[in-house]
């Protein structure tokens, strides 16, 4: 079982940035891909960043390209989401997971409980 936990949500104005963390506990394997998705109200759920475990690979969703960041500090198992140039459309709960590297949520087998993220204008 692995546990995860968000945490850096919270309330910025357009343009600001956030940086987002995920905590990872439990029985935790290195080679565990981790990601970010997020949901919008009246939308589905959706892939924004992932970074594979033993090369770190990363890969962004269109509409973030160029304005996150995603990096992980395995020592600490910990993921990050570097949010730059914010924009009222980023507004979401954002989940963390972690399982296989991919751009879809059925290639992950773990997910936090997400992060509200609100950018006003």
């Known amino acids: 079982q692995v546990h995860l936990v968000e945490s850096g949500g919270g309330l910025v104005q357009a343009g600001g940035s956030l940086r987002l963390s995920c905590a990872a506990s439990?029985?935790?394997?290195?080679?565990?891909?981790m990601g970010w998705f997020r949901q919008a109200p009246g939308k589905e759920r959706e892939f924004v960043a992932a970074?594979?475990?033993?090369?770190?690979?990363?890969s962004y969703a269109d509409s973030v390209k160029g304005r996150f960041t995603i990096s992980r500090d395995n020592a600490k198992l910990t993921a990050f989401l570097q949010m730059n140039s914010l924009k009222s459309e980023d507004t979401a709960v954002y989940y963390c997971?972690?399982?296989?590297?991919?751009?879809?949520?059925?290639?992950?087998?773990?997910w936090g409980q997400g992060t509200q993220v609100t950018v006003s204008s």
């Open positions: 439990g029985r935790t394997a290195n080679n565990y891909a």
């Open positions: 970074i594979s475990g033993l090369l770190g690979r990363t």
């Open positions: 997971t972690a399982g296989r590297y991919g751009s879809t949520p059925g290639s992950y087998d773990y």
